[in-house]
């Protein structure tokens, strides 16, 4: 029979190979292409520092509790993804390999060494010389020479040198203070080459006195899975000083991965496996660079010169419901206001805490912090504000990965500003996007709520797609206020009757939700869940929806990355369908809908369905209650399950395939359509016309 389940780290590689799609899809402009094999390579690299990193120490400290869904043990896990990774590294190589080419009919070219003219190696060996040598460090390693520590990520030139007694390797960093891209002297095309690939070259003259056997490169990738409540059992230590120690440490744990480019032999490898505790099995080969982050460079090169070869310019657009001319605080009072990134701008709700922080008749701003941009202007407001002598309590989450660092400088300028700066309860990360305005209005108080579905950071407002609900219902504001009333002394919220609110009244009300469509289903009513995530791999929640599809409910998902439930499954999963779409921009909001027509619950959240959400964080989720932006939500998800261009359907062996139109439908891409729907609407709304928004007929696809 075949199995409902999936693994999770197998799941993510699946959403990983629809990224590397995006980079063979010859419907994809050229150069967006060359950025989908950097993203995957960079999603790659985090995915073996923590996830990879983590089953790593499980197997180092005998923990073999299994994969609760699949019974893998993390010994049988990590076996599984090096040996898919092996699989997909070549494929990435290939893709790489062919943008190039294609790069040279425009006068693009990534050199190889050897195919330099006498002319032109000279002017490499010169350039080296003066520009590389006198930056570099190389060192001996052997009996007598220790082992030096290998930066994370970076690139190294090794060469096994000869020895009469024992391995001897020269190791130079290939990265430094110069830069990384080389020009060839040619005025009729840009010809580049990589440092690393120039330093390998001559490294011969580095190590001028030896013989060299054979040479590389190489990059190992380490560990970065810290465990942030180690430090933390010491109570007299501030969070913050935990987290920049633990910070250090990080940069320091051990290697999980090597990547090897060009011809390092046998005994060389096996002398570097040592010296890192490696397995021959964690050693990957690569062809194409092994760091593309150069990537951006060599775009922002062609992209003035060459737009076609990119995605259409696009700017998030004025939200057609929202007057420029009316204060924002005015407005979300009359009614509520939805924005969806990226077609629309994040700018009316930056207004709102402008507005706020000037406003004599507001009392407090409360927010939560989990990334924002380096040059936020978010926080900024909320600093106004501070300085304008407004209560400003702001919950900056220290633990959100790899924004650490960013969040402890903006918690040190909240402080003094003389903001309120929480860190959240211990052992819990704070994940929700909450915001709460309190005024006085006369006698009685106002609240104005935000909630939202991705993170308070304009730049991602551009790239991620999410949405953000602004209101003044009174229930939802008090019950905004009971959540950071709670984390204020770092207690949890455990019962609501409007928001759903995480570690304590979130999952368990999804479950009465589901069984109320159950129930339906059983009753002949017919049940309905629609889901829209980044990821499904909560048991429990999978398990109620097994149930929910063996009693008849029908469940529509949209879930872009991992999903450990299989669809389609015949008597098990067969009323439910999985899609997941990889666009130009990364699906990043989550809707869940439950029942139709007048018993249908619409929520938007900050959290997927997996544990570390529903269970060990502090997340929120909000019903949309508003008639008219319940339609919107709906037309949003209908829109997305009719996506056939860049949509894939999950197959019941777990496996997914692209969706195409059937014959006689028209091409539909969700996103360009949402792009071309708020540009629509913004035009009118400056015309001043009614809002008419022309929504193509088309045959519905898997419905």
């Not at 003066?130 to 570099?136: A, F, G, T």
């Not at 540009?679 to 009614?690: C, R, V």
């Amino acid at each position: 029979m075949t199995s409902c389940y999936d693994n999770r780290e197998l799941s993510w590689l699946k959403f990983n190979v629809r990224v590397l799609e995006e980079a063979r899809d010859k419907s994809v402009p050229l150069c967006e292409r060359l950025l989908f094999s950097q993203i995957f390579q960079s999603n790659l690299d985090e995915f073996f520092m923590i996830r990879v990193g983590s089953l790593c120490d499980r197997v180092l400290v005998d923990d073999n509790k299994e994969d609760n869904k699949t019974g893998m043990t993390p010994e049988e896990q990590l076996k599984a993804i090096y040996k898919r990774v092996k699989e997909l590294v070549p494929v990435k190589d290939e893709a790489y390999f062919n943008t190039i080419k294609e790069l040279e009919k425009i006068g693009i070219e990534h050199v190889k060494i050897s195919s330099l003219t006498a002319e032109e190696e000279g002017y490499l060996r010169a350039y080296f010389n003066s520009e590389i040598r006198p930056l570099i460090s190389p060192q001996v390693v052997d009996k007598r020479h220790p082992f030096p520590f290998l930066k994370n990520k970076e690139i190294y030139a090794v060469t096994h040198l000869e020895s009469k007694n024992s391995v001897k390797l020269g190791i130079i960093p290939a990265g430094g203070s110069f830069p990384r891209i080389i020009p060839l002297p040619d005025k009729s095309r840009f010809r580049f080459l990589l440092a690393e690939d120039v330093i390998l070259h001559y490294c011969g003259s580095v190590f001028e006195n030896y013989r060299l056997l054979d040479k590389a490169l190489i990059r190992i990738t380490r560990n970065a899975d810290i465990n942030m409540e180690e430090g933390l059992y010491d109570h007299e230590v501030d969070l913050r000083q935990v987290m920049e120690e633990l910070l250090k440490k990080r940069k320091k744990l051990a290697p999980v991965r090597l990547e090897i480019s060009g011809d390092l032999g046998k005994e060389a490898t096996e002398f570097l496996c040592r010296q890192l505790e490696l397995d021959s099995h964690q050693i990957c080969g690569c062809t194409a660079p092994l760091d593309m982050s150069f990537v951006f460079s060599l775009r922002n090169r062609i992209e003035k010169a060459h737009p076609e070869m990119f995605f259409e310019p696009v700017s998030p657009r004025h939200s057609a419901s929202i007057s420029r001319n009316v204060p924002m605080i005015s407005q979300i009072l009359r009614r509520d206001i939805l924005l969806s990134y990226p077609y629309e701008s994040i700018r009316p709700f930056i207004q709102l805490l402008i507005e706020a922080g000037n406003d004599p008749d507001v009392i407090s701003i409360k927010i939560t912090l989990y990334r924002v941009a380096s040059n936020s202007k978010i926080v900024e407001a909320l600093i106004n504000a501070a300085e304008n002598g407004k209560e400003v309590f702001v919950l900056v989450e220290l633990r959100a990965r790899f924004d650490e660092e960013n969040n402890i400088e903006w918690s040190k300028r909240l402080e003094r500003a003389g903001c309120k700066v929480m860190y959240g309860p211990e052992n819990l990360k704070v994940h929700s996007k909450l915001m709460l305005i309190t005024r006085k209005n006369g006698s009685e108080l106002q609240h104005i709520t935000q909630i939202g579905t991705g993170n308070y950071n304009e730049k991602t407002s551009e790239l991620y797609t999410d949405l953000s609900l602004m209101t003044a219902d009174p229930e939802i504001g008090e019950e905004a206020g009971t959540v950071f009333n709670a984390l204020s002394i770092g207690n949890l919220v455990e019962n609501t009757s409007h928001l759903l609110v995480a570690p304590l009244s979130l999952q368990n009300k999804i479950i009465d939700f589901i069984d109320v469509e159950i129930a339906a289903a059983r009753s002949g009513e017919g049940g309905y869940i629609g889901l829209k995530l980044n990821s499904l791999t909560d048991k429990i929640l999978i398990d109620k929806l097994i149930e929910a599809s063996c009693a008849g409910v029908k469940i529509e998902m949209v879930i872009r990355g991992i999903c450990c439930l299989v669809a389609g499954v015949p008597g098990m999963t067969e009323n439910i369908t999985v899609r997941s779409i990889v666009g130009r921009y990364l699906e990043h909001s989550r809707i869940y809908i439950f029942g139709k027509d007048n018993k249908q619950r619409i929520y938007i959240s900050s959290a997927d369905f997996m544990t570390r959400n529903t269970l060990r964080r502090v997340e929120v989720a909000a019903p949309v209650n508003s008639p008219e932006l319940r339609k919107r939500v709906l037309h949003i998800f209908d829109i997305m399950l009719r996506d056939n261009v860049k949509a894939r359907i999950q197959l019941p062996d777990g496996s997914y395939e692209r969706i195409s139109p059937a014959e006689g439908e028209e091409p539909l891409t969700a996103q360009q359509y949402f792009i071309d729907e708020a540009a629509e609407a913004a035009a009118s709304a400056a015309l001043k016309k009614p809002v008419k928004v022309k929504v193509r007929r088309r045959k519905k696809v898997g419905r």
